[in-house]
């Protein structure tokens, strides 16, 4: 195994930058924000909506949700349907 592991939270979030993804983002407060993530850290993430940018920390952050399906892995395949062999 010669690649570097990498974390999935980078994965994610370089991957809906990259392709610029509108998100949506709940915050543990129960506040909805939504937008485009234009930069992210270890520690924070940078949300773009409407011209105007939003630094959001991360400990603040309870989900991401992008709009469209995410497929983070070359491999990663939709989930097989259950099998009622039991």
């Not at 994610?12 to 930058?17: G, P, S």
């Not at 407060?29 to 924070?44: A, E």
């Amino acid at each position: 195994m010669s690649e570097k592991a990498q974390n999935v939270q980078d994965v994610f979030l370089n991957h809906i930058r990259k392709t610029k993804t509108p998100v949506t983002i709940f915050l543990v407060n129960g506040v909805k924000l939504q937008g485009i993530v234009t930069w992210f850290d270890n520690f924070s993430v940078l949300l773009r909506r409407d011209g105007h940018s939003q630094l959001v920390y991360k400990h603040a952050i309870s989900t991401i949700m992008p709009v469209t399906p995410v497929q983070l892995f070359e491999n990663e395949k939709a989930p097989a349907a259950a099998t009622a062999d039991h």
